[in-house]
């Protein structure tokens, strides 16, 4: 692989040294890194609202998450290119329209088809986003005036959304149904549009870049990245390999992905330098990124899961319980930031990780009596460790970080932020599937009618029922039925309690193997940008 190999991209997406320090196009940016961020987690846990509503089955419906997180992944990289032929301000009002434009596409569409290719084109320009926020920090702000205040900022944006994402789908929901969600995305994306008009407007790019763009490893790479996210999200609801074309969407993806490895090794200009993965910081910060993001699962998945099928909750109870774990993101932060400058970000990672295993271990022996309140502790735990982490992995993520692959640093983070999320999402779904099959059967074995415990709650559900129904054989029917639902209450509650298990220990594996990481030097931060007075 040649040096210069990225180096005519980077020219036309960084700016000269001279430029003043563009404040509008960071908040422009972190606004809609929020709304990217935040918008996805607020459609899966409507995801029952937005079925009624298109009279679809959940599985059709989940198609609806899955296409989106599928053009995300088409996007990020896109975004770089784009950015590099047409210049960073003009980039954002492109896919700023075009994700209004989608989402007003689906909040106005009635069937399932044009919703399934709308949501991905909502990806595609939704989706990165937050990639240009992190791409506009990276080449705006040099090492030690500002730029890891701004990564802090890009993390911040980037996580806040597990803490308000059920408090906005409610508010949304309640405001206009399901259709508010996609209807209020589009205002958003035109806001952002139009603020977007108005920065970096000395921006041009270069579109000679559009020709020599590494157009083949491109499409291998989005593909075959697509189809093993498919592979994640929908092999549960398919029965995995049980369907042969799940099977075969996982062979053809990380085919897809060999030859794409092999077109980027070829290519003069690569759409990713492969070798910032053999750097440690780098490589390992990814590994992280995705038990972090199964982590997150604690608050985006398990609990509220667990809230709404046990409890009865609707998005309007999950979204209050929720906001603690934003709260204390927020309150956080300074704390995490500190520790990133001044201290070994290790300690940052290794307490952020912990943290989120001790709230996941606390959840361990809930019972189907447990109600919200149980969880406000596990949830103020869980947002200390989201905002510890994910400002301390900014700095490894980007650490070492170049002139000329700077921005593939910025596209491997943000892919791995996407399969992090799906790929816990599949875990966690299987195993509490599979654990409630499991615990059912155990339960099933140990209930008998002849036993005294059953023949007891038997009566007792009888003569509860007997003033309600005359019939004696109801009566029977309906204590068998409430025997049968309890015990089916129980089942998943165990199940909860293995996948909150399974949360703790791979958080406390994770927290432990920070420390393979090599130490950062703690004035040093981002090296994207070469700095003053050294030669490019």
Not at 95 to 101: K, T
Not at 308 to 321: K, P
Not at 406 to 427: C, D, K, Q
Not at 462 to 479: I, N, V
Request: aromatic share 10%.
């Amino acid at each position: 692989m040649h040096a210069a190999d990225g180096t005519a991209l980077n020219s036309a997406i960084i700016p000269s040294r001279s430029s003043a320090t563009p404040f509008g196009a960071i908040a422009v940016s972190t606004f809609g890194a929020v709304v990217a961020a935040t918008m996805p987690l607020a459609v899966i846990l409507s995801m029952p609202d937005i079925a009624g509503g298109l009279s679809v089955s959940a599985d059709e419906a989940s198609w609806i998450t899955t296409l989106y997180n599928v053009g995300t992944l088409a996007g990020i990289p896109a975004a770089v290119g784009v950015a590099g032929v047409t210049g960073r301000g003009r980039t954002m009002w492109i896919f700023g329209l075009g994700f209004a434009l989608s989402s007003l596409a689906i909040g106005l569409g009635h069937s399932l088809p044009w919703v399934f290719l709308a949501r991905f084109v909502e990806g595609f320009f939704g989706g990165a986003l937050p990639l240009l926020m992190m791409l506009i920090v990276l080449t705006s702000l040099p090492p030690g005036r500002g730029q890891l205040e701004g990564l802090t900022l890009f993390a911040v944006a980037t996580s806040i959304g597990a803490g308000i994402a059920a408090w906005v789908a409610d508010a949304l929901v309640a405001f206009g149904g399901w259709r508010a969600l996609f209807t209020s995305q589009a205002v958003a994306g035109a806001i952002y549009t139009l603020l977007a008009l108005f920065v970096l407007r000395s921006d041009r790019g270069n579109r000679a870049l559009l020709k020599s763009f590494d157009w083949p490893s491109f499409l291998l790479l989005s593909i075959g990245l697509g189809l093993v996210l498919i592979f994640l999200a929908e092999g549960e609801r398919r029965f995995w390999f049980e369907k042969w074309w799940i099977a075969a969407t996982l062979v053809c993806g990380l085919l897809c992905i060999a030859f794409a490895v092999q077109s980027m090794r070829r290519a003069e200009r690569p759409l990713l330098v492969l070798s910032i993965f053999r750097r440690p910081t780098l490589s390992w910060s990814l590994i992280l990124q995705l038990a972090f993001r199964f982590g997150t699962l604690l608050a985006v998945f398990i609990a509220p899961q667990y809230l709404a099928r046990i409890q009865g909750f609707r998005t309007e109870q999950l979204g209050s319980v929720m906001l603690v774990m934003a709260a204390a993101t927020l309150l956080t932060t300074p704390m995490a930031y500190w520790l990133a400058a001044r201290s070994d970000p290790r300690i940052a990672l290794s307490v952020g990780l912990a943290a989120m295993a001790l709230a996941a271990a606390m959840c361990v022996q809930i019972t189907s009596e447990w109600a919200s309140h149980e969880f406000i502790v596990p949830l103020l735990l869980a947002g200390v460790g989201q905002a510890l982490f994910a400002v301390a992995t900014m700095r490894y993520a980007v650490f070492g970080a170049n002139f000329q692959d700077g921005p593939s640093h910025g596209i491997a983070f943000n892919i791995a932020r996407t399969f992090g999320l799906v790929g816990g999402l599949a875990l966690v779904t299987h195993a509490v599937v599979e654990r409630e099959k499991f615990h059912s059967a155990m339960l099933a074995e140990s209930i008998t009618a002849f036993a005294p415990a059953t023949a007891e709650r038997l009566a007792a559900m009888t003569r509860a029922l007997d003033p309600w129904l005359s019939d004696t054989s109801g009566t029977q029917r309906g204590a068998f039925a409430a025997l049968a639902q309890g015990t089916a209450r129980q089942a998943f509650t165990l199940a909860y309690q293995d996948a909150f298990f399974v949360t703790a220990i791979v958080l406390t594996v994770a927290a432990i193997f920070v420390w393979v990481l090599p130490a950062l030097p703690r004035a040093s931060t981002l090296l994207l940008l070469p700095p003053p007075g050294s030669s490019q």
